[in-house]
């Protein structure tokens, strides 16, 4: 999709972090937009910082995991915006735990929302998408898609079966003139750690990783700009910082030897708990 102006892009969690600095490159676009998350106060403060931005802007509190609220979104949404042509499934959490000390309900949340919540928004807002024409499906997948990460099993596992979801729509939906981009970032100055600190897990961890984000990762905003021309471009994946084609590349180039290191950092990790 070339041109984005005057077409209706939905976001989830857009109420922070990645979901907030897409909605903004969206109207920066001049697209109209539909922001949605389960926190009424991350909404609220980016409807506020786009209120600049002259684009028409609504907000949707949802729980991506709500199957009967996110069946009655695209209505809603539809209701206020007329055609839905962009759809972004970018709400996400994660919690650093080891998979022994994982409860199931930190597992079942992590997998309600990364990938039930993707599964949702794919299937409820497609016929939406199909009337519209010509549209795009973008989904949040991670660098964690391309290896099994140590101490982040669910989360692992939602981000590399969202990828999985995102190739086989790619196909399917091309006859249907619909478009899909899996997107790879590495780490992102977020509120993600910040968030997974309320979930349990191990906090040193999450503290560590949390630091270390916030030195190196990169702003959300760089990235924002990366997934628009992703669009434009009709690309089937972007991968999103150094940190995310190394771990792409040496996935591919040492399949198995690879993991060593990780397996080394988390037996170093263990001891010190
Ligand atoms: N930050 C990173 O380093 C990084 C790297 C790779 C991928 N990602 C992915 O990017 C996406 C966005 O995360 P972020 O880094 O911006 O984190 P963030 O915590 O800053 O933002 C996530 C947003 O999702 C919302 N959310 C959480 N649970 C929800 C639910 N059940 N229903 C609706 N909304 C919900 C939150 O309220 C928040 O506004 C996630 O899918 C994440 O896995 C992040």
Not at 104 to 132: D, M, S, T
Not at 237 to 253: F, H, M, N
Request: charged share 20%; hydrophobic share 50%.
């Amino acid at each position: 999709m070339r041109d984005l102006r005057g077409r209706t892009a939905v976001v989830t969690g857009a109420g922070s972090g990645i979901g907030r600095a897409l909605a903004s490159a969206l109207a920066a676009e001049g697209c109209r937009l539909a922001l949605v998350d389960v926190d009424p106060a991350g909404l609220d403060e980016t409807r506020r910082l786009l209120a600049g931005a002259g684009a028409p802007v609504t907000t949707h509190l949802a729980d991506v995991r709500d199957r009967a609220r996110m069946a009655a979104l695209p209505a809603e949404i539809a209701a206020a915006h007329g055609a839905i042509h962009l759809l972004f499934n970018n709400a996400g959490v994660t919690i650093n735990e080891s998979f022994e000390n994982s409860s199931i309900e930190q597992l079942e949340l992590v997998i309600g929302v990364n990938l039930w919540g993707v599964l949702y928004g794919c299937h409820y807002f497609l016929p939406y998408l199909k009337q519209a024409g010509e549209a795009h499906i973008v989904n949040t997948s991670s660098m964690a898609a391309f290896l099994g990460l140590p101490n982040q099993a669910s989360y692992s596992l939602t981000k590399a079966a969202v990828k999985s979801l995102s190739e086989s729509l790619r196909v399917e939906l091309a006859i249907s003139n619909i478009g899909v981009t899996s997107i790879h970032p590495g780490a992102i100055q977020t509120n993600i750690l910040k968030a997974a600190a309320r979930y349990g897990g191990d906090a040193a961890q999450t503290a560590r990783m949390e630091a270390l984000v916030q030195r190196f990762g990169m702003a959300p905003e760089k990235l924002a700009a990366q997934v628009v021309r992703a669009v434009k471009r009709n690309r089937m994946r972007q991968r999103i910082g150094i940190d995310s084609y190394l771990a792409e590349w040496a996935k591919r180039l040492l399949p198995v030897a690879i993991h060593a290191p990780l397996r080394w950092a988390f037996a170093r990790a263990a001891a010190r708990r």
